[in-house]
T-cell receptor, first 115, second 114 residues
């Protein structure tokens, strides 16, 4: 595809439910990143994948959060037993390779609302 | 550890006025520097980047930014703002070898009055 695609664009769920967010990176991009953006705030790094290397999970806020990526394709971010503080926009980005000099290309995000 | 500061949370300008958004970073060497723009309900779009060389870089939509090593700054400028420039602007820093992540500032919200 032309850009990073995220689904769903919006998700409303009840507290305590599990949610799964999906990210399709740009074809050929080996690095994939997940961020959380709370209302009116900046980007909070969650996790990143680079090829077949072990992911950097250092930003995951709790063990309720997990993410998977198969090879260099789709990634899913799962939040178990959702809490109201999980309400945010979850942004996915991909880049051609990992590295501090690699521009990241962002999807439009999934807006998650926990009732 | 590296960090990025955007001291202005919210800026308001009139259409046609000039604009400067501030960004300061903390890092022991010259970092890779980026500016992104986020329109409401959308993801972030890259405006411009600096890696090395000419310290004044040109980006899309008429934006430019200047790297000043002595001030650890990478301020974003535009000579004449358009109403469509109203958005959130994020400065980001990438480092050489320490980490593969970009560190983002907290953003500056730009409001443009007609």
């Amino acid at each position: 595809g032309a850009g990073v695609s995220q689904s769903p664009s919006n998700k409303v769920t009840e507290k305590g439910k599990d949610v799964e967010l999906r990210c399709d990176p740009i074809s050929g991009h080996t690095a994939l990143y997940w961020y959380r953006q709370r209302l009116g705030q900046g980007l909070e790094f969650l996790i990143y994948f680079q090829g077949n290397s072990a992911p950097d999970k250092s930003g995951l806020p709790s063990d309720r959060f997990s993410a998977e990526r198969t090879g260099e394709s789709v990634s899913t971010l799962t939040i178990q037993r959702t809490q109201q503080e999980d309400s945010a926009v979850y942004l996915c980005a991909s880049s051609l390779a990992a590295g501090g000099n690699q521009p990241q290309h962002f999807g439009d995000g999934t807006r998650l609302s926990i009732l | 550890a590296q960090s990025v500061t955007q001291p202005d949370i919210h800026i308001t300008v009139s259409e046609g006025a000039s604009l400067e958004l501030r960004c300061n970073y903390s890092y022991g060497a010259t970092p890779y520097l980026f500016w992104y723009v986020q329109s409401p309900g959308q993801g972030l779009q890259l405006l411009l980047k600096y890696f090395s060389g000419d310290t004044l870089v040109q980006g899309i939509k008429g934006f430019e930014a200047e790297f000043k090593r002595s001030q650890s700054s990478f301020n974003l400028r535009k000579p004449s703002v358009h109403w469509s420039d109203a958005a959130e602007y994020f400065c980001a820093v990438g480092t050489k070898g320490d980490t593969d992540k970009l560190i983002f500032g907290t953003g500056t919200r730009l409001q443009v009055f007609p």
